[in-house]
């Protein structure tokens, strides 16, 4: 190979590799819809953390199932809306509860995705304990 030849080469070589070290660090496209499909999922169970507190505000009480309150909100998103699989809610306490979801990059969520709860990474839910 030719001195002039080889400065090209080297040059498209490094390209080559740092492309492929960003899709790797970055996850690619693919990873890129999965953290938007959390977000989604996110920004759901955000709807009905403000949903259920505001049932255990008028009521004194965090609802024992989700279902539309005139006072607190009839449009709830009660089901992921890629997977169709249903949210998982259950009381806790008398104001307190767990909204879960099935994410698919739960090592990026943290405790301060939704306010005032605590991540519970290991069940993809957020705990919701109000005194």
């Known amino acids: 190979m030719e001195r002039d030849a080889l400065a090209p080469v080297i040059i498209g070589a490094v390209v080559v590799l740092a492309i492929a070290a960003g899709l790797t660090i970055t996850g690619g496209p693919t990873s890129a819809r999965a953290e938007k499909r959390d977000l989604a999922r996110l920004a759901?169970?955000?709807v009905l953390a403000s949903f259920a507190r505001c049932v255990a505000d008028i009521?004194?009480?965090a609802p024992t199932k989700l279902a539309p309150m005139g006072d607190c909100g009839t449009d709830l998103p009660l089901t992921d809306r890629t997977t169709?699989?249903?949210y998982r809610y259950e009381a806790l306490t008398a104001k307190g509860f767990l909204l879960c979801a099935d994410f698919e990059r739960p090592g990026l969520i943290t405790n301060f995705d939704i306010a005032g709860a605590v991540w519970q990474h290991d069940q993809g839910c957020f705990a919701f304990t109000q005194p």
């Open 84 to 86: 169709d699989a249903p």
């Open 59 to 61: 009521t004194g009480s």
């Open 44 to 46: 759901d169970l955000r």
